[in-house]
């Protein structure tokens, strides 16, 4: 008796179920701070004894009862079952999956999850420390006194577990852990749904399953659109990549989930985009890291509202025909104290190795991906989000720095592998299971890779097996090319065609980012050149058109619609007040009319990933920084000619054979966008291609009938 009072003493006891609670004819309670206690046994009122001037309670029983039969009084004067009254409920499956690294689900048993047990309501809290020698749980429903409520380590696994009547919706928690080295860590926990809002930081007994989905339809045309490949890769992709805290505020600092929902739903459809994109909306310490710090791995930010809040969120875009895709980070975790940071006083979530453990940019700790239960808590939180939040798909950030070694590190200062070179081989097969079972629960969301080299296979199947891999050596070379003087264009004009030679090598998307527009890089309408005011917003108008005409899905970020002088602060709004200015509306219109063009003409979106939807026409005419191509549906065709130079050209010969109609629909120098033309102008046909006027800087499109 005495070394088990010991252990719960030191919070040190692997097994305090085996000593407190019923046994036989004997109840024992630990109550450490009290001097009397109280127990109802069959609704009659009994004294327990003080056994042990250190907190042990026992009453002797005159006759055997069942565990539920007894209650204690608490300070409080509420009565409550005792949770050493019901064993623990995981089961051997569950443990074995886990230890396999095959339990891809672990958001259902760890965690806090409110249960009936014998007819009562509580919740049962599970926590993995494998090298802890005691946890306890600690919260709103015990005072948060670190002795009251030790957890059991079930079958010596290293999850911890305790069922605790009475306790509901909304009650704050954290772990207390006691290290092989006797510190006592407090932390969040890892599975929580939910957490308080920072700087606080205690975890939220919450429910993910109450929320009434009404978005059937979505779901049903998403698998359907989604059957084969060819299917779910030849559809328009607009993204619109947001952060919720700086597009828009109100009264309070944050707006809440549901009125971002309706503000940004009507925005969406009127301006012509079908997914958003919202950057890490999983709970984070620190706001400068714009979510990418990632403290709470299965918690949405208590930022903007709740749990049901942020379904709502999803739902409704889903109701407007948008699809939701979120930034997932599995590349880092920051080390605040409260989180993952040596959550059992061991490196368990990080490497081991001190030479792998940390990225030096961003001073934050990297997982070991080699240790299965580490797969299994990323993969499961992604499929998490799939699951409870019907997320369409996750773009996964900083694959490069996951995909090697030396990423970010001083030549020579890292650690190879064991065949001597930079990749990491576990992350990589990480990467590959992660895809895989994604894929394999929801084949029909989008894996998505920011991925900046030129690593081989990111979005082939028997490879890393991504949907979609951000480009961003086009994007490098395109705002290059943009940033050049413009006298300078024609000797730099391989900046543009280059792309085309590696554009098939992956399924890609345009990336215009938030990276682009921080950090004394302006943003960019500010990065066009000109000589005046018109000229730049006519190379911003060709910038975006160009990407709308190049084969590849399409991101812009935030606020490149209103051409936003500023780069983006996140603590700040972007700049609204600039629609006042006509030529900042103007362009607003001009990103709406272009982008829904997009969205209708199957040419620009049904083959991006070949040859076969896209062919050069000229990129010969240097002299007059031009190109034009033909992108390629299986019923239509479009020519797309852009004018990068400051020149009009009249009368402007394209060499095309076998051309029989041609039809501008769409110009980026018309009045309405502040251009100089006002009305779409017929083209002259020759027997071997077209004449037509074309003012600097600025983008035709036209509707072609062509034997190819």
């Given at each position: 008796?005495?070394?088990?009072?010991?252990?719960?003493?030191?919070?040190?006891?692997?097994?305090?179920?085996?000593?407190?609670?019923?046994?036989?004819?004997?109840?024992?309670?630990?109550?450490p701070?009290?001097?009397?206690?109280?127990?109802?046994?069959?609704?009659?009122?009994?004294?327990?004894?003080?056994?042990?001037?250190?907190?042990?309670?026992?009453?002797?029983?005159?006759?055997?009862?069942?565990?539920?039969?007894?209650?204690?009084?608490?300070?409080?004067?509420?009565?409550i079952?005792?949770?050493?009254?019901?064993?623990?409920?995981?089961?051997?499956?569950?443990?074995?999956k886990?230890?396999?690294?095959?339990?891809?689900?672990?958001?259902?048993?760890?965690?806090?999850?409110?249960?009936?047990?014998?007819?009562?309501e509580?919740?049962?809290?599970?926590?993995?420390?494998?090298?802890?020698k005691?946890?306890?749980?600690?919260?709103?429903?015990?005072?948060?006194?670190?002795?009251?409520?030790?957890?059991?380590?079930?079958?010596?696994?290293?999850?911890?577990?305790?069922?605790?009547?009475?306790?509901?919706?909304?009650?704050?928690?954290?772990?207390?852990?006691?290290?092989?080295?006797?510190?006592?860590?407090?932390?969040?926990d890892?599975?929580?749904?939910?957490?308080?809002?920072?700087?606080h930081?205690?975890?939220?007994?919450s429910n993910?399953?109450?929320?009434?989905?009404?978005?059937?339809?979505?779901?049903?045309?998403?698998?359907n659109?989604?059957?084969?490949?060819?299917?779910?890769?030849n559809?328009?992709?607009?993204?619109?990549?947001?952060?919720?805290?700086?597009?828009?505020?109100?009264?309070?600092?944050?707006?809440?989930?549901?009125?971002?929902?309706?503000?940004?739903?009507?925005?969406?459809?009127?301006?012509?985009?079908?997914?958003?994109?919202?950057?890490?909306?999983?709970?984070?310490?620190?706001?400068?890291?714009?979510?990418?710090?990632?403290?709470?791995?299965?918690?949405?930010?208590?930022?903007?509202?709740?749990?049901?809040?942020?379904?709502?969120?999803?739902?409704?875009?889903?109701k407007?025909?948008?699809?939701?895709?979120?930034d997932?980070?599995?590349?880092?975790?920051?080390?605040?104290?409260?989180?993952?940071?040596?959550?059992?006083?061991?490196?368990?979530?990080?490497?081991?190795d001190?030479?792998?453990?940390?990225?030096?940019?961003?001073?934050?700790?990297?997982f070991?991906?080699?240790?299965?239960a580490?797969?299994?808590?990323?993969?499961?939180?992604?499929?998490?989000?799939?699951d409870?939040?019907?997320?369409?798909?996750?773009?996964?950030d900083?694959?490069?720095?996951?995909?090697?070694l030396?990423?970010?590190?001083?030549?020579?200062?890292?650690?190879p592998?064991?065949?001597?070179?930079?990749?990491?081989?576990?992350?990589?097969?990480?990467?590959k299971?992660?895809?895989?079972?994604?894929?394999?629960?929801?084949?029909?969301?989008?894996?998505?890779?920011?991925?900046?080299?030129?690593?081989?296979?990111?979005?082939?199947?028997?490879?890393?097996?991504?949907?979609?891999?951000?480009?961003?050596?086009w994007?490098?070379?395109?705002l290059?090319?943009?940033?050049?003087?413009?006298?300078k264009?024609?000797?730099?004009?391989?900046?543009?065609?280059?792309?085309?030679?590696?554009?098939?090598?992956?399924?890609?998307?345009?990336?215009?980012?938030?990276?682009?527009?921080?950090?004394?890089k302006?943003?960019?309408?500010?990065?066009?050149?000109?000589?005046n005011?018109?000229?730049?917003?006519?190379n911003?108008?060709?910038?975006?058109?160009?990407?709308?005409?190049?084969?590849?899905?399409?991101?812009?970020?935030?606020?490149?619609?209103?051409?936003?002088?500023?780069?983006?602060?996140?603590?700040?709004?972007?700049?609204?007040?600039?629609?006042?200015?006509?030529?900042?509306?103007?362009?607003?219109?001009?990103?709406?009319?272009?982008?829904?063009?997009?969205?209708?003409?199957?040419?620009?979106?049904?083959?991006?990933?070949?040859?076969?939807?896209?062919?050069?026409v000229?990129?010969?005419?240097?002299?007059?920084?031009?190109?034009s191509?033909?992108?390629?549906?299986?019923?239509?065709?479009?020519?797309?000619?852009?004018?990068?130079?400051?020149?009009?050209l009249n009368?402007?010969?394209i060499?095309?054979?076998?051309?029989?109609?041609?039809?501008?629909?769409?110009?980026?120098?018309?009045?309405?966008?502040?251009?100089?033309?006002?009305?779409?102008?017929?083209?002259?046909?020759?027997?071997?291609?077209?004449?037509?006027?074309?003012?600097?800087?600025?983008?035709?499109?036209?509707?072609?009938?062509?034997?190819?």
């Amino acid at each position: 008796m005495l070394e088990h009072l010991d252990l719960l003493l030191e919070k040190k006891h692997p097994d305090p179920h085996s000593f407190l609670g019923l046994h036989e004819s004997v109840i024992r309670i630990f109550r450490p701070n009290q001097k009397e206690l109280f127990l109802e046994v069959k609704n009659k009122k009994i004294k327990a004894k003080n056994i042990d001037k250190r907190g042990l309670f026992e009453h002797r029983l005159e006759e055997s009862i069942n565990s539920i039969d007894y209650k204690i009084h608490t300070p409080n004067k509420s009565l409550i079952h005792d949770p050493y009254a019901f064993e623990t409920t995981l089961e051997d499956e569950d443990i074995q999956k886990f230890l396999d690294g095959s339990h891809f689900t672990l958001y259902k048993i760890l965690g806090a999850h409110k249960k009936i047990i014998n007819g009562i309501e509580g919740v049962e809290f599970s926590v993995f420390a494998p090298n802890a020698k005691g946890v306890l749980v600690i919260g709103d429903f015990n005072e948060f006194d670190g002795k009251i409520n030790p957890l059991k380590n079930v079958k010596d696994s290293g999850i911890w577990q305790i069922f605790i009547p009475n306790v509901n919706w909304g009650s704050l928690y954290k772990f207390e852990i006691t290290t092989n080295f006797d510190e006592i860590l407090v932390k969040t926990d890892p599975f929580a749904f939910f957490t308080e809002l920072r700087p606080h930081n205690s975890s939220i007994v919450s429910n993910v399953d109450g929320f009434k989905w009404k978005d059937e339809d979505w779901l049903n045309k998403r698998k359907n659109s989604s059957l084969n490949e060819s299917t779910k890769f030849n559809k328009p992709i607009n993204i619109y990549e947001v952060h919720l805290q700086s597009w828009v505020k109100g009264k309070d600092f944050f707006l809440n989930y549901k009125e971002l929902a309706h503000r940004l739903a009507p925005y969406l459809k009127e301006m012509g985009f079908n997914y958003i994109e919202l950057m890490p909306i999983m709970e984070h310490p620190l706001d400068d890291s714009w979510g990418y710090q990632v403290s709470g791995f299965f918690a949405v930010t208590s930022r903007y509202g709740t749990i049901q809040d942020f379904q709502y969120f999803v739902n409704y875009m889903h109701k407007n025909n948008i699809g939701v895709v979120l930034d997932w980070v599995s590349a880092h975790f920051p080390k605040d104290n409260f989180a993952l940071n040596k959550f059992d006083g061991t490196f368990l979530f990080e490497h081991e190795d001190k030479d792998m453990r940390e990225h030096p940019h961003w001073k934050t700790s990297i997982f070991d991906y080699e240790k299965k239960a580490i797969q299994n808590f990323l993969i499961a939180s992604a499929l998490f989000y799939l699951d409870k939040y019907h997320i369409d798909g996750l773009r996964v950030d900083a694959v490069s720095s996951m995909l090697y070694l030396d990423f970010g590190k001083e030549k020579g200062k890292y650690k190879p592998n064991k065949f001597g070179d930079n990749k990491n081989l576990e992350a990589t097969q990480f990467i590959k299971k992660l895809n895989e079972k994604v894929h394999e629960k929801f084949s029909d969301v989008l894996m998505i890779a920011e991925e900046a080299t030129a690593y081989k296979g990111i979005t082939d199947k028997k490879s890393l097996g991504f949907d979609f891999k951000w480009n961003m050596g086009w994007m490098t070379d395109t705002l290059k090319y943009f940033q050049t003087p413009i006298e300078k264009r024609e000797k730099n004009q391989n900046d543009l065609t280059f792309s085309i030679m590696y554009s098939f090598n992956e399924k890609f998307i345009l990336p215009f980012s938030h990276d682009e527009v921080v950090h004394e890089k302006k943003s960019l309408f500010d990065k066009m050149k000109g000589e005046n005011i018109f000229e730049k917003f006519a190379n911003y108008r060709l910038l975006y058109s160009y990407m709308i005409c190049h084969p590849g899905k399409k991101l812009s970020f935030m606020g490149f619609e209103i051409a936003q002088i500023k780069e983006w602060d996140n603590f700040a709004t972007l700049s609204w007040e600039l629609l006042k200015n006509p030529l900042h509306k103007k362009y607003q219109d001009f990103v709406k009319d272009i982008n829904h063009v997009y969205l209708k003409k199957e040419a620009l979106f049904e083959d991006d990933f070949s040859f076969d939807g896209f062919k050069w026409v000229d990129i010969t005419d240097k002299k007059n920084s031009i190109i034009s191509y033909l992108r390629i549906s299986k019923k239509s065709k479009l020519l797309c000619l852009h004018n990068f130079s400051e020149n009009f050209l009249n009368n402007y010969f394209i060499k095309l054979k076998k051309l029989k109609k041609a039809k501008l629909i769409f110009n980026t120098n018309l009045e309405k966008y502040a251009g100089s033309e006002k009305e779409l102008e017929t083209v002259k046909i020759s027997s071997n291609g077209l004449y037509l006027n074309i003012a600097a800087f600025t983008t035709l499109i036209f509707e072609v009938q062509i034997d190819l």
